[in-house]
């Protein structure tokens, strides 16, 4: 990949990092993004940064090997992010957020392990899918990142209890969009509890499925 190339990857992190921070989907120096490269290396969000104030030459520069050839610390995150591409080469991004709803729902001991949220909307199903649960670790911990592996290579977001979603996408901007998707259909599902709403049928999920295949 060129210097130009990547310069531009390193901006495209640095807007949409500032527009999850400023619409209020990730606070203060929490969540974290990365980008797989051509080269099989990443650029991933330093450790302790502000999604909101990002220097794009701050940026880490991961070699394939996951060695820092630039930039700051990568984010102490970064091993969720490993496991996410190590089961998903057909990704080439992946965002992490503590999103407030997300996290709710991660919070609440009814919902379904292997499917955390009903299919609300079409979009929610074409961009996210089924949202399995990931057992609660300490932050830091790479059993955290054998958690996450177990579950990544049949889903493309997965849910940390009491932390919050991991979601891979084509690209960035694909799993910036599948993060918005599952933070608005998080807030759906928390505002219908208790009424018993209408979801999809597993008829209309397949048909979705088979006509917006998700990477």
């Known amino acids: 990949?060129?210097?130009?190339?990547?310069?531009?990857?390193?901006?495209?992190?640095?807007?949409?990092?500032?527009?999850?921070?400023?619409?209020?989907?990730?606070?203060?120096?929490?969540?974290?993004?990365?980008?797989?490269?051509?080269?099989?290396?990443?650029?991933?969000?330093?450790?302790?940064?502000?999604?909101?104030?990002?220097?794009?030459?701050?940026?880490?520069?991961?070699?394939?090997?996951?060695?820092?050839?630039?930039?700051?610390?990568?984010?102490?995150?970064?091993?969720?992010?490993?496991?996410?591409?190590?089961?998903?080469?057909q990704s080439g991004a992946i965002v992490h957020l503590h999103s407030t709803h997300s996290v709710a729902v991660s919070c609440l001991p009814e919902v379904d392990h292997c499917d955390c949220i009903p299919s609300l909307t079409a979009y929610y199903v074409m961009r996210v899918g089924k949202l399995p649960l990931v057992p609660y670790h300490i932050p830091g911990d790479p059993k955290l990142g054998d958690a996450v592996r177990s579950l990544a290579g049949k889903h493309s977001a997965v849910l940390l209890a009491n932390h919050g979603p991991v979601v891979a996408g084509k690209n960035l901007e694909a799993a910036v969009y599948a993060t918005e998707e599952l933070e608005e259909t998080a807030k759906l599902y928390l505002l219908l509890r208790g009424t018993n709403p209408r979801t999809l049928t597993p008829e209309q999920i397949a048909e979705l499925e088979a006509k917006f295949p998700r990477d």
């Open 1 to 89: 990949m060129s210097i130009h190339s990547q310069n531009c990857l390193r901006e495209q992190i640095s807007t949409l990092g500032q527009s999850l921070f400023d619409r209020g989907l990730t606070m203060g120096s929490s969540g974290n993004i990365s980008v797989r490269l051509d080269d099989g290396g990443w650029l991933m969000t330093p450790t302790n940064a502000c999604l909101g104030r990002l220097d794009p030459a701050r940026i880490s520069h991961l070699d394939k090997n996951g060695r820092l050839l630039g930039g700051d610390t990568p984010t102490k995150e970064h091993f969720l992010h490993m496991a996410m591409y190590d089961e998903r080469p």
